[in-house]
């Protein structure tokens, strides 16, 4: 494939042959002795980016969509790799050049009253920019779940169907269960998706009063699942009062972004104590064995991980840690530059604050990346790629 148009804009040789382990093991042994060497980790992302057929941004997104789990994630990855959050950045970079270049002329050559120095002119353009910079920075949120997942938990004492649950979010037996209370002794993780949603969920073992040594390990296993949660799904059994059990379970979770399942609503015309004991907080009400109501619990897991600020639209959405962070340095530089702006401060104090912001960003797209920052993002990839 003949450069530029393959993928690191270099010649590049393709050899194919039988995809066995020996065969492929017997020509790259071949290759190897001929001269040439086995590809580091990200090596053919990494000469994309040197090569400037994609930017940094794009070059993470290679190994978002490798390690996509949901429909979701890959969706979030492949805009990102199309260059949504690149365009977006990069806008940001060319008002800020060029309000830096206005300030520059303003600093070399004092006389000329320039419209740009002027604290109206100026302080519209800061505050455009600053609302594009608080949208990608609340856009985070949403997009760390994604990338990532949401860790639910689900808590509750022996026997109120804990682990039937699990398997049927799983839609598969994944759990052992029986009538006998603490048949689960240890937590059980498992990945599913809600709507291209990734949920981490995982099945506690029953949280009570019996005093063993395997029960107290189990419990406290569970006690720090929940400590970790994003979201704890609290489930009871309707068709027995709520118990010192269940009341101690609750003082655990108080004040803990929660969903509670009220479980076995089959086997009971009422759930005695629930609407008095969580006024205010999302209470459903499932029979897990005849499945009533899944598709209501379901969709209150959603709008429990979201809050309703969940839009899954088609602009740029942050997923990456590195990006947030250096978006919300660019971002308070530029309320320093906005400050500066309306005391009337000197042009080179506003240079300062404002060649910082164009620093920060332009280390998110890799207009400004030391070595040292590409071996660290490129050693996560497998060899090659």
């Not at 093991?25 to 400037?52: H, I, M, Q, S």
């Not at 519209?124 to 949401?150: A, P, T, Y």
């Not at 998706?193 to 107290?216: F, H, W």
Request: proline share 2%.
């Amino acid at each position: 494939m003949r450069s530029p148009k393959s993928y690191t804009k270099e010649d590049v040789v393709e050899i194919n042959c039988h995809g066995g382990i020996q065969a492929v093991k017997k020509v790259l042994d071949l290759a190897v002795k001929c001269g040439a060497r086995v590809a580091g980790p990200g090596e053919f992302t990494k000469r994309a980016f040197l090569n400037g057929r994609i930017d940094l941004t794009q070059a993470e997104a290679v190994l978002d969509v490798i390690r996509a789990k949901t429909e979701g994630s890959l969706k979030a990855a492949v805009g990102q790799l199309e260059g949504r959050l690149s365009k977006d950045v990069s806008g940001l970079l060319d008002s800020l050049v060029d309000i830096a270049s206005h300030i520059e002329a303003s600093i070399d050559f004092p006389d000329e009253d320039a419209d740009i120095i002027k604290e109206g002119a100026l302080n519209k353009k800061v505050k455009v920019i600053l609302d594009k910079m608080k949208h990608l920075i609340d856009s985070f949120s949403e997009g760390v779940v994604l990338r990532e997942g949401v860790l639910a938990v689900i808590c509750g004492k022996p026997n109120v169907g804990k682990s039937s649950l699990m398997n049927l979010l799983l839609k598969r037996d994944r759990v052992i269960v029986a009538p006998i209370p603490g048949t689960t002794r240890d937590a059980v993780e498992e990945m599913i998706s809600l709507n291209g949603v990734p949920i981490r969920l995982v099945d506690t073992a029953g949280i009570g009063q019996a005093n063993d040594a395997l029960y107290k390990e189990s419990a406290g296993k569970s006690k720090h699942y929940i400590e970790k949660a994003d979201i704890v799904l609290l489930m009871l059994d309707a068709s027995t009062k709520i118990n010192e059990e269940d009341l101690e379970i609750i003082r655990l979770v108080e004040g803990r972004k929660k969903l509670v399942i009220v479980n076995k609503i089959d086997l009971s015309a009422n759930t005695p104590g629930v609407s008095t004991l969580f006024k205010g907080e999302v209470v459903v009400e499932v029979s897990v064995e005849k499945k009533i109501n899944i598709e209501l619990l379901e969709k209150s897991i959603l709008d429990i991980v979201w809050s309703g600020k969940f839009t899954q639209g088609e602009g740029a959405i942050v997923t990456n840690a590195r990006h947030k962070e250096l978006l919300d340095k660019a971002f308070n530089n530029m309320l320093s530059v906005s400050k500066a702006v309306k005391e009337a401060m000197h042009p080179e104090l506003i240079a300062v604050d404002l060649k910082e912001a164009i620093f920060n960003l332009g280390l998110i797209v890799g207009r400004s990346a030391s070595d040292d920052i590409l071996d660290k993002i490129f050693e996560n990839f497998c060899i090659g790629k």
